[in-house]
């Protein structure tokens, strides 16, 4: 008995029994497809590993990972890498497959990711919400630890909702990639802007007779305890014969600052045909980027509202991008000027972000609108901010939607949400860009199980970066949502 422990041991400490490539096989003309395509991509050095399911019909799969130095056996469908094992790898990481069908290994066409030295911020935090227009009782703010595939929620849309009383919420928002501050908005019941420094949680009331809404699309100023909003009147619109789901529009929309020390909103003077909405700091706060477009009613007839006139001309909406100078002393900002003329070619420009380090501008462009979320045609842009010089980024978009974006804070890497996978749930793609501007193929955000987000019926919506995690309990900003709110003067 003894000696037979002693032999397994022996096995263990030998690695006997690890799966291990065929020895005899044939050559395929075949590709391995897998899911999601990890193929040719550039994978942040601290990411956790890539898992991929393979899909090429087999009795038997077997996955070899190797860097040329070690190499790592995994036996499939689904591939799903050890973490100690996958640290060990670097550079260029060819996969060899190899499938087994009527007692026969074949071995199909190689192919290879990079890991790169570059890293990544170890975080992102995203609502997850259904693809629908009314259930929205289980969205909840969620972060994950990108080094891991550890999720957890940051506050859950059910822990004040009842059957009475529903809540909705939305726009969190990090200064300067900092866990320890952000904000995020509660609609309908125990409405108001949730606004967490240092521990400290206080739900701000920004509604006022004087502005169109309360807060709405957030910048939190990069050095400065100041809040750039847009103001919104927004609403939207079916479509019965097209084959965008939805338009959202903004009839009235304007920007305003808030003083988180002082509780006081500091408006930004802006016509009323101007729809200003989406604002965002440069990196060193000297300037606001925001869009804008201009629009006046078209039907002057008697009973015919500017939201009915919009949905009748919702093509002929456009936004260019804009910035204003902003001195900090005295909290005053300058002329508006053009950035992009995106109406020049009847495009509308959305969602500006500069890198942090100043250097390149990316923003979202479709035909027409500002929701580009809901618009096929919706892809990526850069700009480079010294030459001025704009294209699209064809390395990264794709046929179906790409829309909302964030930078990493070593300007390496972007996030952005696509629906390339179905054209219905918008997923996390990561890129790494390289510093002339050019972008790597895109990863999808790695799951522990390879199949996770096919399964997965909700959407990611607005991934952050942030440089560590959300340590504020759940249950602490339930019970901040349900006290007394501070009127902002």
Known sequence: ?????????????????????????????????????????????????????????????????????????????????????????????????????????????????????????????????????????????????????????????????????????????????????????????????????????????????????????????????????????????????????????????????????????????????QLDCFPHWSPDGRYLYFCSAYYEKKDTSAGVTKEYDMIMNYQDVHYNLYRRSFDLKSKSFGAREMVYDAARDSMSATLPRVSPDGRWLMFTMAPYGVFHIWHKAADLYLMNLESMETRRLEEINSPEVESYHSWSSNNRWVIFSSRRDDGNFTRPFIAHMTPDGRFSRPLELPSRHPLYHRELMRSYNIPEFMSGPVTIRPQDLARAIRQDSIKAK
């Not at 693809?131 to 595939?149: A, D, F, K, M």
Request: aromatic share 10%; net charge negative; hydrophobic share 30%.
């Open 1 to 273: 008995m003894r000696k037979l422990l002693y032999i397994a041991l022996a096995c263990m400490l030998a690695g006997c029994g690890r799966v291990s490539a065929p020895e005899e096989f044939t050559e395929s003309r075949d590709s391995a497809r897998v899911y999601p395509a990890y193929q040719d991509v550039v994978v942040p050095r601290n990411l956790a590993p890539l898992t991929f399911h393979v899909e090429n019909k087999a009795d038997r799969v077997i996955c070899v990972l190797s860097d040329g130095r070690q190499s790592f056996a995994y036996e499939g469908p689904d591939i799903e890498p050890a973490a100690k094992e996958w640290r060990m790898l670097d550079g260029q990481v060819s996969v060899d497959t190899y499938v087994k069908n009527n007692d026969r290994w074949s071995k199909l066409r190689s192919f290879t990711f990079t890991i790169s030295n570059d890293s990544i911020d170890p975080y992102i935090s995203y609502r997850l919400i259904s693809p629908s227009y009314v259930t929205y009782e289980g969205l909840t703010i969620c972060q994950r630890n990108l080094e891991t595939y550890d999720e957890s929620v940051i506050y859950s849309n059910m822990a004040n909702s009842n059957e009475k009383d529903g809540q909705c919420i939305n726009c969190h928002s990090y200064q300067n990639y900092n866990p320890d501050r952000f904000q995020f908005h509660v609609r309908q019941a125990h409405g108001g802007t949730i606004i967490a420094r240092d521990g400290k949680i206080e739900r701000i009331d920004m509604k006022s007779d004087k502005a169109i809404s309360a807060g709405v699309y957030p910048a939190w100023h990069p050095t400065a305890n100041l809040i750039a909003y847009s103001t919104n009147r927004t609403g939207q619109s079916f479509h019965t014969h097209s084959n965008q789901k939805v338009e959202v529009q903004d009839t009235y929309s304007d920007l305003i600052l808030y003083d988180v020390d002082n509780h006081e909103i500091l408006p930004l003077e802006s016509d009323s045909n």
